[in-house]
């Protein structure tokens, strides 16, 4: 299963051109209530890993807020059963964003992603 994961990941890397990073699995991200209920479309954004996290924020439906109780922390080894249609993004390196939605796929670059104050 995990090495399925794995292959899922450096496809998509492939797709966009760029190094596969993959997330460790004990390492934490954080999620929104709504990603885990299913909103969609399904938002992900990575900033530099640091301190046991992956560096990766995840959030469903088009509306992100500020609000320091939005993002909940989670390990990425549970994403596969929580969420798993941004399991295959999760390779993706830092300063890299996705959106999906059913039939619709980006991804791109983001250069402010490294630079947190």
């Not at 992100?64 to 249609?85: I, N, Q, Y």
């Not at 999906?100 to 104050?117: C, G, K, R, S, T």
Request: hydrophobic share 40%.
């Amino acid at each position: 299963m995990e090495r399925s994961l794995s292959r899922n990941q450096v496809e998509v890397c492939l797709r966009y051109g760029v190094t596969f990073t993959p997330s460790a699995l004990l390492s934490k991200l954080g999620i929104s209530d709504s990603a885990l209920q299913g909103r969609q479309p399904l938002n992900g954004l990575r900033h530099p890993p640091e301190a046991g996290t992956s560096g990766w924020f995840i959030w469903g439906g088009e509306e992100f807020s500020t609000d320091p109780e939005f993002f909940k922390p989670m390990h990425v080894s549970h994403l596969g059963e929580r969420c798993p249609a941004v399991v295959p993004y999760l390779g993706l390196p830092p300063g890299w964003r996705f959106l999906i939605a059913p039939n619709y796929e980006d991804a791109w670059f983001d250069v402010d992603l490294l630079n947190i104050p």
